[in-house]
């Protein structure tokens, strides 16, 4: 290994205390493995000062001395005082260490290894780090040599086991307790698991596993506040919505974070601009992201000006017969994973047959293409229309009027899942009144996001209408119902959040979504399955949402029980997304 030539040169130079190679006499297996124990302890003692960002404890595991060898990819640095005069506050944001190793050289001089990943502001680096460890004549150790050599690339995921954990498999099987193995980023083993020397073993006793949360709908063309929905409220004059679709689009990984941070490994984007296209390809292979599904941009009865920009648009009008299918085939083009239809028609909307007739031609450009056909339908007339077109997502509830035994024949008949996003009028509502009144935990949430939300108070136009409340709340009972009655008729419910709109904010919208759906009267269970294999499902990924073998390895480590209460998901500890793992406070947005 190159990294280990070079820290043998290292040993030789600092000549803390190898003079000769000794003989296998002078160095017992007992004295040995005693070096190996506390060479160890100290290894592990280094990192912790660390994690615990203590200044004092760092410098104390270092050699006090002109020998102390420090290197890495900027060259190497001698002795200890250019060590101590060092940024006291140049702390990392996390430090994970994995694969610690250690191995006695000779009699007090130990050789130590591990894994790192960094991760300072957006910044994430990994690697590997060595230290020589050196017996003093106290009995301490001290390090006298130093590595830390970042990965040229996109290593290899090492192998990881999730050990001793209650596990909730997402397929409605009882829960077990065992093990979950991983190996290139895929699950090797659940239950009663071997584990080999190359695997790093993570105890998780008293806690318990899930699958990643995939959130079915998302939009990442929307913010999360006004400035992405000037139809909701026009901020533009404070925040051009050219702007601010700019920033979304230069950086959508701080919603990738909020996702992860919340537990959630898959998302669906049912709607947006073109680009939104693109993050597909740019969140391959990549352990700092959800799987990302995308349909782009969406076929609709409307052309909301307001919400496209000059240069591309996210809503295209079906004016006729052979523009819906000139935009269905623009979309194959694109590969989008699905053909999105906006179908804000009523039964007496004007035209109402040639509407339906353009629904079903999206429809019957979906079947030709291989892809699902999703279509925001909100009444109990829409939706069985999208059904009859072939509908197999259909986003959001039927909210007005209960639905009814031929809705449910049409959705059985059409193989269609049901995506209530039963919470998101509630960020709506608080927009209208001016009163943010957060939901979710806002660690999870962008600093930019966060501040945008807290600006809700102070915008003026506060409307706030006891009778529209009244409504709001009615709207939200039956949706209850019709989501209870849809379930009970076996057709498949999914996790849905609308992420993006106004104060439903990516990554933990999906926790009041979840705890509307169980307080509709899904038990934790049907939740968790509605939230990972079914959603999963939606979104055209078997390879996703179960903790089965050969299905890549995303992951939720819970503090506490999901099946007792399902608001037990908030309780993140550990997110794995394709076999590597990132603890909550990694992903948080805290403050230094």
């Known amino acids: 290994m190159r990294v280990v030539g070079l820290t043998w040169l290292l040993v030789a130079l600092t000549s803390c205390a190898i003079n000769s190679p ?24 280094n990192i912790a000062s660390i994690h615990a960002r203590d200044r004092t404890a760092y410098l104390r595991h270092y050699l006090q001395s002109p020998r102390l060898a420090r290197t890495g990819a900027d060259g190497v640095a001698f002795g200890y005082e250019a060590l101590a005069s060092g940024d006291p506050d140049a702390w990392p944001d996390t430090l994970v260490a994995t694969h610690l190793e250690v191995t006695p050289l000779s009699p007090g001089v130990v050789y130590g290894v591990y894994r790192y990943r960094v991760t300072t502001g957006a910044s994430t680096r990994r690697g590997v780090s060595e230290r020589v460890l050196v017996k003093q004549p106290d009995g301490s150790w001290k390090i006298s040599v130093s590595t830390a050599f970042d990965s040229p690339g996109k290593g290899p995921t090492p192998a990881l086991a999730i050990s001793g954990a209650t596990i909730v498999d997402g397929t409605g099987a009882a829960a077990r307790v065992g093990a979950v193995v991983m190996r290139d980023g895929r699950i090797a083993c659940v239950g009663d698991c071997p584990t080999g020397p190359d695997v790093e073993v993570i105890d998780a006793r008293g806690r318990w596993v899930i699958p990643g949360l995939v959130d079915a709908h998302v939009h990442y063309s929307q913010t999360g506040w006004a400035d992405g ?29 909020s996702h992860l941070c919340a537990g959630v490994t898959a998302t669906f984007d049912v709607g947006g601009y073109p680009w939104t296209l693109e993050l597909r390809e740019r969140t391959v292979g990549s352990t700092a992201a959800p799987n990302v599904a995308a349909a782009g941009p969406l076929l609709s009865a409307r052309e909301p000006e307001q919400l496209n920009l000059p240069a591309m648009k996210q809503f295209v009008l079906m004016a006729d017969e052979d523009a819906t299918r000139r935009g269905a085939r623009m979309l194959e083009a694109w590969r989008s994973d699905a053909v999105k239809v906006w179908f804000l028609v009523g039964a007496t909307t004007p035209d109402t047959a040639a509407w339906v007739g353009r629904l079903r031609t999206a429809g019957e450009e979906a079947r030709r293409m291989g892809r699902p056909l999703i279509v925001h339908a909100t009444t109990l007339w829409a939706a069985k ?136 009267g899904l038990t934790p269970m049907q939740v968790l399955v509605a939230s990972t294999r079914d959603a999963a499902r939606a979104m055209g990924r078997e390879d996703i949402g179960t903790l089965e073998v050969g299905k890549i390895a995303d992951l939720v480590v819970l503090e506490r029980d999901p099946l007792t209460d399902i608001r037990n998901v908030r309780s993140v500890r550990l997110v794995v997304r394709a076999g590597e793992s990132w603890t909550r406070e990694e992903l948080e947005y805290r403050s230094r």
């Open 22 to 45: 000794p003989t296998p006499s002078a160095y017992s297996p007992s004295a040995r493995a005693a070096d190996s124990v506390a060479a160890l302890e100290a290894f592990r003692s």
């Open 385 to 520: 229309h999208a059904l009859r077109a072939g509908a197999k997502l259909l986003v959001h509830s039927v909210e007005d009027l209960p639905v009814d035994e031929e809705f449910l024949r049409l959705a059985r008949e059409a193989g269609a899942s049901y995506n209530p996003t039963l919470t998101v009028r509630e960020g709506y509502v608080q927009l209208r009144e001016r009163r943010f009144q957060p939901r979710v935990p806002l660690e999870c949430v962008d600093p930019e996001t966060r501040y945008r939300a807290f600006l809700t108070d102070s915008i003026p136009g506060a409307v706030r209408d006891p009778e529209y409340r009244q409504r709001i709340n009615a709207t939200y009972r039956l949706m209850l119902q019709n989501l209870k009655r849809v379930h009970e008729a076996g057709i498949p419910v999914v996790l849905g959040s609308d992420a993006g709109n106004p104060l439903t904010l990516h990554g933990p919208a999906v926790y009041p979504e979840m705890e509307a759906m169980a307080e509709a």
């Open 229 to 257: 929905r000037p139809d909701a409220l026009d901020v533009r004059g404070r925040f051009p919505y050219d702007a601010a679709m700019a920033a979304l689009q230069a950086r959508p990984e701080r919603f990738f974070r």
